[in-house]
């Protein structure tokens, strides 16, 4: 079982950046492919990027490419996501979670991250 916990959210203003982090718990941490997602108030979770478990592929939603990157550091169990350009679209609630056999099976509880226009 994996055990994730985001940090690094907080109030920005448009044009500012952001670090987050997901740091897991579990030996088998780097075995896995790891996600970030979003949740805006009355809307649905989205998907916002992932990375390969030996970080040799990573995907991104239109929306955040090229403004978003995700890295991971698989000897501290942590996965970042650095978000630059912020804009007040990108206000939401920020998840982590470990793709397991093809599906995210483990999510963080999340972390807010609010862009003020």
């Known amino acids: 079982q994996v055990q994730l916990v985001e940090s690094g959210g907080g109030l920005v203003q448009t044009g500012g950046s952001l670090r987050l982090s997901c740091a897991a718990s579990?030996?088998?941490?780097?075995?896995?492919?790891m996600g970030w997602f979003r949740q805006a108030p009355g809307k649905e979770r989205e998907f916002v990027d992932d990375?390969?478990?030996?970080?040799?592929?990573?995907n991104y939603a239109d929306s955040v490419n090229g403004r978003f990157t995700i890295s991971r550091d698989n000897a501290k169990n942590t996965v970042y996501l650095q978000m630059n350009s912020l804009k007040p679209e990108d206000t939401a609630v920020y998840y982590c979670?470990?793709?397991?056999?093809?599906?995210?099976?483990?999510w963080g509880q999340g972390t807010q991250v609010t862009v003020s226009s």
């Open positions: 979670a470990t793709k397991v056999r093809g599906s995210y099976k483990y």
């Open positions: 579990g030996r088998t941490f780097s075995s896995y492919a």
């Open positions: 990375i390969s478990w030996s970080c040799g592929r990573t």
